[in-house]
């Protein structure tokens, strides 16, 4: 129900776009969110946006280099990463919340629809 695209390998400074495209229902009045999953550690959370897209929350480590947006006549989500760091390397994920016009957060047992995820290697 929600497919990651965007990933690749980019050298440190660069750039990606990831884009999250719902299918099957609607999320538009779901908070949505970005979380990341580094080699051989857990999954952590990187970015979240209001149903109303209004409010936006970021993990300290990526504030000021990604910016997270939606959609939602397309029923999409994006995460746009500038500044890329190695550290970024990671498979992301893109996440739907649990129950409708929740704030966002950044529990991840609080989001009940995951996506595949999509590689970022950030070469130095």
């Known amino acids: 129900q929600l497919i990651e695209s965007g990933g690749g390998l980019v050298q440190a400074g660069g750039s990606l776009r990831l884009s999250c495209a719902a299918s099957g229902r609607t999320f538009s009045s779901y908070a949505m969110g970005w979380f990341r999953q580094p080699p051989g550690k857990q999954r952590y959370f990187v970015a979240a946006?209001?149903?109303?897209?209004?409010?936006?929350d970021y993990a300290d480590s990526v504030k000021g280099r990604f910016t997270i947006s939606r959609d939602k006549p397309k029923n999409a989500v994006y995460l746009q990463m500038n500044s890329l760091k190695p550290e970024d390397t990671a498979v992301y994920y893109c996440?739907?919340?649990?129950?409708?016009?929740?704030?966002?957060?950044?529990?991840?047992?609080?989001?009940?629809?995951w996506g595949q995820g999509t590689q970022v290697t950030v070469s130095s």
């Open positions: 996440a739907a919340m649990r129950s409708i016009w929740r704030p966002p957060s950044r529990v991840d047992n609080e989001y009940a629809y």
């Open positions: 946006i209001s149903w109303s897209g209004s409010m936006t």
